[in-house]
């Protein structure tokens, strides 16, 4: 693979932001890049912030992560300084998420299953269960899109404001969110699709009768200026690169069920021929 041809060409650097689903999208696109295009790939996770920065000073090729539109005010300060190459995947979601799984693990006489312990359905209902909630809301990093939409507008338009939006990592709401299950505690997430969580738990989203969430969301590819004649084969295919959501949550259930993410998406690219070709026409 380390031919002196393959050294010659130049390094396509992708920034990233450590969600599984931008794992996913990254590791397949670093794959196609070094395994078929014969480039060096270097991948780097940033926060949301640091990689719209990134990409409009040029030190990054392209991010696979703008979430739109969640991260509509990052991307409206930027916009001007990037080329957008639309979406590399469509019909995904963001909300407030709660489990709905059953208050014990054992069946009712009928044989089905008891009811969800958490008996909720709305966006609107937050406010009436404020002790079960322990005044919180899980979320993810303080300066994603979602955190921003949470702070600036459902919050104050639910009357939520009580309420403590709690900030971390996507690895932390889960681990809360599969403690709380595992102890049948009350607890709301922000969640989006596509995510393996939806496979391991019974989980769903709350009405959002507001609409502040919006009424779905597409992950664009954004390139720095420059890239189309730079690399011109490097950027007509993350131009092509799209794929639907269950096509990413074949490659996201491997990648929770352990390996590593570039292997992972070399067997992806294995189980998805045509997918891959079609991006490099």
Not at 111 to 133: C, L, P, V
Not at 219 to 234: F, S
Not at 254 to 261: A, D, I, Q, R, T
Not at 265 to 270: C, E, G, T, V
Request: net charge negative.
């Amino acid at each position: 693979l380390y031919t002196p041809a393959y050294a010659e060409k130049k390094t396509v650097r992708i920034a990233y932001e450590e969600w599984s689903s931008e794992i996913a999208s990254t590791n397949l696109v670093k794959a196609v890049i070094r395994e078929k295009l014969g480039h060096k790939c270097i991948i780097k996770r940033m926060s949301v912030t640091d990689m719209y920065e990134a990409i409009t000073k040029g030190s990054q090729d392209a991010m696979l992560a703008a979430w739109l539109p969640g991260q509509t005010t990052y991307y409206e300060k930027f916009k001007d300084r990037f080329v957008d190459l639309g979406p590399n995947l469509e019909g995904g979601r963001l909300g407030l998420v709660v489990p709905q799984v059953s208050s014990t693990w054992l069946l009712s006489q009928d044989g089905q299953h008891t009811e969800a312990y958490m008996k909720i359905d709305s966006i609107e209902e937050i406010k009436d269960h404020y002790d079960e909630f322990q005044g919180k809301i899980i979320g993810i990093e303080s300066d994603s899109g979602m955190m921003t939409i949470m702070r600036e507008k459902l919050i104050p338009a639910y009357g939520l404001e009580d309420f403590e939006l709690i900030p971390g990592t996507e690895v932390s709401m889960t681990a809360e969110l599969a403690n709380a299950i595992k102890k049948r505690k009350w607890i709301v997430v922000l969640g989006w699709t596509p995510h393996w969580k939806f496979g391991r738990w019974k989980l769903k989203f709350l009405e959002d009768p507001k609409n502040i969430g919006g009424s779905g969301e597409n992950i664009h590819t954004l390139v720095r200026k420059g890239l189309k004649e730079d690399m011109p084969e490097v950027y007509k295919f993350l131009d092509n690169f799209n794929w639907s959501p269950e096509e990413m949550e074949q490659l996201l259930l491997w990648n929770e069920m352990g390996g590593n993410p570039y292997d992972n998406a070399k067997r992806w690219m294995r189980a998805n021929p045509k997918a891959v070709e079609s991006w490099l026409k």
